[in-house]
């Protein structure tokens, strides 16, 4: 039975250094308590320490959360699954008839740049890390007080490595040819984005999801959704004012043996 209950999360194992594990969406769906018990006892008393988490779908998994906060899961964050339809969306159509008015002033559009990544290009390569490394303040395992800043900072880095690996396509916004920001996405999701610190609140943001969104749509996609946390409230605004709608949420919970 604990098999059911626990799922080994072999990405989260290698960032965060400790077994990690999910709790399974159907064990959430019927959940046993005494499954869930002899199965986190049977972990910890082979490896000793431990991470786990439990994705809980709103509302129809409610009933799993006194269960699991009982066994010292801790609410971290609740996620949204923004979602846009790009020929029913007037912000989308703006754009695309002229996109200049998008940019701040103390921008000049002739600088601005959405490239394709070349991955033979070691230096853009290893911007994107950086990028990473530095960007993400808001998400999960950063507010996670008992997660250290380092792990969350490298979990990131990790996560693009991962991504320049597989079939994702990225695309670069350049400013005079330096690369500031970055979207991860494939097929009609956006997986991952990030701003370097230099140009996070520089209200670029916009620019860069409409100019993505515009290389979607020529790519033949009709609809766009991504995953937000409600923590990031910068990008949240951001999906509001492009005109986003919100669906599917979820509250993440955590547990770890030691803190």
Not at 37 to 59: D, E, I, N, S
Not at 60 to 80: C, K, P, W
Not at 178 to 190: P, Q, S
Request: a negative charge; glycine letters at 4%; proline letters at 5%.
């Amino acid at each position: 039975m604990t098999d059911d209950c626990l799922t080994l999360l072999e990405y989260e194992t290698r960032n965060l250094e400790i077994p990690s594990y999910a709790i399974s969406h159907d064990f959430l769906d019927t959940p046993d308590e005494a499954c869930l018990t002899q199965a986190l006892a049977g972990k910890l008393a082979t490896h000793g320490k431990l991470f786990a988490q439990a994705r809980v779908f709103m509302p129809g998994q409610t009933a799993a959360i006194s269960m699991i906060e009982r066994h010292r899961f801790s609410f971290v964050e609740t996620t949204l699954a923004p979602t846009i339809v790009l020929g029913k969306n007037k912000i989308f159509h703006a754009f695309r008839d002229d996109p200049r008015p998008f940019v701040p002033r103390r921008f000049d559009p002739a600088d601005l740049k959405l490239t394709f990544l070349d991955r033979t290009d070691a230096d853009a390569c290893e911007m994107l890390k950086q990028i990473a490394a530095e960007s993400f303040v808001k998400d999960r395992f950063h507010t996670d007080p008992n997660c250290p800043p380092g792990l969350a900072d490298r979990r990131f880095v990790f996560w693009v490595e991962d991504l320049l690996q597989s079939d994702a396509v990225f695309q670069l916004q350049r400013y005079r040819d330096e690369v500031i920001g970055f979207m991860a996405r494939k097929d009609e999701h956006l997986i991952l984005a990030g701003f370097s610190r230099k140009y996070a609140g520089s209200g670029l943001g916009d620019f860069l999801w409409l100019s993505v969104l515009a290389s979607m749509h020529d790519d033949g996609m009709t609809q766009v959704d991504t995953q937000i946390s409600t923590n990031n409230l910068p990008v949240l605004n951001l999906y509001v004012r492009l005109g986003f709608k919100f669906k599917d949420q979820t509250a993440l919970f955590h547990f770890w043996s030691t803190p």
